[in-house]
């Protein structure tokens, strides 16, 4: 069991973040990569944009399943055994998908990589939050952790177009499956549970009752809230731009001219810049709370989605991306600050994933149904255009949230 220091006198709390920034790195590659694929499937299997997307719609559905059911599980037991069985769900679903010749089983692959990966999310981010709670630097911590995401958004992007390109998708598929698993299986051996809260209570025991009590009362309180309503609005709002832009980016962008490998290099570095807006989303958060933080990244997003509607060359690509990914990752920082801020650390890790998995329920249909009004119309308009007006919606709806009396 870790205590506050290790042998060396280092918090320990500084290997934890270092782990679970690498869990993060495999949520950035399997949450931003899907794009790179999509189109090369559809070619090589003469199926439709839509049938390739209901593949991301069924992992979606199974990480809605997976962040739930991990948070709750990381509020209550050490985060290193769901790590590791998530490592090998997320291994399998992602690596089998190199033997896919049906929608069925393509469907069937990455429901199983998507009940892998929902524990990249819910366990680290309560994890990191609960090491550092009431430190100086815990909004600096925060923001550091998810910054995996952007970092390992911009390097399996980057690989898996290299892959797709030199090997064919099969081989690619196969090779990132067996890296998921090596980078989750190893990150498992090293996170650990905060001081407090190593080790488990006897299930009979005054304290174990008492704060089993205190823990279902925070979460009443949450869920019944106003704020936690409105919180969960702007997320599923957020989350469903963000699966349109992670499936349908690197298409829409070669289907105007721009090369593979700069378009692939261009949802990598939506990850990449979404990295100073993790950081400095959490540094800020010492004297900008995480409320404007959010509204201010949710308009930002909504402001420059319209700049996909006159897109026209690489330089005007990558203008966008820059934009939109710092906002995209301040946004993220503050949806998970605000909720620890708002609501306590008791059950930080349902809450993380019941609003998570609210928010990709309501995104998991949004590729198919962009994908579906593509091979309609012949044309990702509309959907750029309903996407920006929803996400300054969304950021007024945020502006006006109040912190409940009961934090």
């Given at each position: ?139 600096l911590a925060l ?211 019941i609003t998570m ?7 998991a249909f949004a ?41």
């Amino acid at each position: 069991m870790p205590g506050e220091k290790n042998n060396t006198g280092v918090f320990y709390g500084w290997f934890a973040m270092l782990a679970c920034f690498a869990v993060l790195l495999v949520q950035g590659g399997t949450m931003w990569t899907f794009g790179v694929f999509l189109k090369p499937m559809a070619q090589d299997l003469q199926w439709s944009r839509a049938q390739v997307s209901s593949g991301y719609t069924a992992f979606l559905i199974g990480y809605v399943i997976s962040v739930v059911v991990t948070g709750r599980l990381s509020d209550r037991h050490s985060p290193g055994p769901i790590l590791l069985v998530s490592a090998i769900l997320t291994g399998l679903g992602f690596s089998l998908c190199s033997q896919v010749h049906t929608v069925h089983h393509l469907r069937v692959l990455l429901f199983i990589g998507g009940l892998g990966s929902g524990a990249n999310w819910s366990v680290p981010t309560s994890t990191v939050q609960r090491w550092f709670f009431a430190r100086e630097r815990a909004g600096l911590a925060l923001g550091i952790t998810i910054s995996g995401v952007g970092v390992g958004a911009f390097i399996f992007a980057l690989l898996s177009d290299y892959l797709v390109s030199g090997r064919g998708w099969r081989d690619a598929y196969l090779t990132v499956g067996i890296i998921f698993f090596a980078v989750m299986a190893a990150s498992s051996f090293v996170v650990k549970k905060a001081p407090g809260e190593t080790g488990a209570l006897p299930g009979g025991s005054n304290e174990a009752l008492n704060r089993g009590r205190v823990q279902r009362q925070e979460r009443r309180d949450a869920l019944r809230s106003l704020s936690f309503a409105g919180i969960t609005i702007c997320n599923c709002i957020a989350a469903a731009a963000f699966q349109i832009i992670a499936a349908h980016l690197v298409p829409y962008a070669t289907d105007i001219g721009i090369p593979s490998i700069a378009s692939a290099a261009a949802i990598g570095l939506m990850g990449g810049f979404s990295i100073p807006g993790r950081i400095i989303g959490g540094h800020l958060s010492a004297r900008i709370s995480w409320q404007r933080i959010l509204a201010f990244s949710h308009v930002g997003m909504g402001l420059f989605t319209l700049l996909l509607l006159v897109l026209q060359g690489t330089w005007m690509l990558y203008c966008y991306v820059l934009f939109y990914g710092f906002f995209h990752g301040s946004r993220v920082s503050a949806y998970l600050g605000i909720l620890g801020d708002f609501f306590g650390m008791g059950s930080l890790g349902e809450l993380i994933g019941i609003t998570m998995a609210v928010g990709i329920f309501t995104a998991a249909f949004a590729p198919y149904l962009a994908g579906f009004l593509f091979d309609v119309t012949g044309s990702y308009r509309a959907v750029f255009t309903v996407m920006s007006i929803f996400l300054v919606g969304s950021g007024i709806i945020a502006s006006i949230l109040h912190k409940p009396d009961t934090a």
